[in-house]
């Protein structure tokens, strides 16, 4: 599956500010600016939070996105060595 378009932060900001301070509808700008609706509510939920908020919700998922990548480092790694237990177990009977 492929990633979608990464848009910047500005453009993201100012689609937002169309919506919230100039008062266009979100289907009108969506139209406008060739993004699904879908994107322009998550940006609105987003960027409607002050800024210390957001700073820590993106650390919280970062570090989240690295604890997952070592939880399945470590469970592979868990897994390699009952296999190998089990391997070397039968050799020796």
């Keep these: ?25 979100v289907k009108d700008v969506s139209d406008r600016l060739g993004i699904s609706t879908k994107s322009l509510y998550d940006w609105i939920k987003q960027y409607s939070k002050p800024e210390s908020l957001r700073v820590k919700e993106t650390e919280q998922v970062r570090e989240n996105r690295r604890l997952r990548a070592e939880l399945a480092r470590v469970t592979e790694e868990r897994d390699i060595l009952k296999k190998a237990t089990a391997y070397f177990a039968r050799e020796t009977k």
């Design 1 to 25: 599956m492929t990633k979608g378009i990464r848009y910047t932060v500005e453009f993201k900001k100012d689609a937002v500010s169309q919506v919230t301070d100039r008062g266009y509808s």
